[in-house]
């Protein structure tokens, strides 16, 4: 059974930084393509940034320059470095994994921007 379970969100001034991490079980985790979703109230889920299995990387325009996503496949973990954060990076923060027809979530983790 696959698992996805994040952490390392919490409340955070602005301009300040915040580490989430993403730990998985139960799946070939170097095959996956690994990403970061948020939904904000009142507004669809969206793309934050995604790594694929050869470490390719691509981030929302919104985030580029201050978010960097990684991977340890040795680790199976997944992490998104966020700097310079802004009030309207707060959301709820989703670890996703990718591959063919496999999809799978994580339970999110909040992350509030707020001075």
């Known amino acids: 059974q696959v698992q996805l379970v994040e952490s390392g969100g919490g409340l955070v001034q602005p301009g300040g930084s915040l580490r989430l991490s993403c730990a998985a079980s139960?799946?070939?985790?170097?095959?996956?393509?690994m990403g970061w979703y948020r939904q904000a109230p009142g507004k669809q889920r969206e793309l934050v940034a995604r790594i694929t299995y050869s470490g390719s990387t691509n981030y929302a325009d919104s985030v580029k320059g201050r978010f960097t996503i990684s991977r340890d496949n040795a680790n199976k973990t997944v992490s998104l470095q966020m700097n310079s954060l802004k009030p309207e990076d707060s959301a709820v923060y989703y670890c996703?994994?990718?591959?063919?027809?496999?999809?799978?979530w994580g339970q999110g983790t909040q992350v509030t921007v707020s001075s």
């Open positions: 996703n994994s990718a591959r063919a027809l496999q999809n799978y």
């Open positions: 139960g799946m070939f985790f170097s095959i996956y393509t």
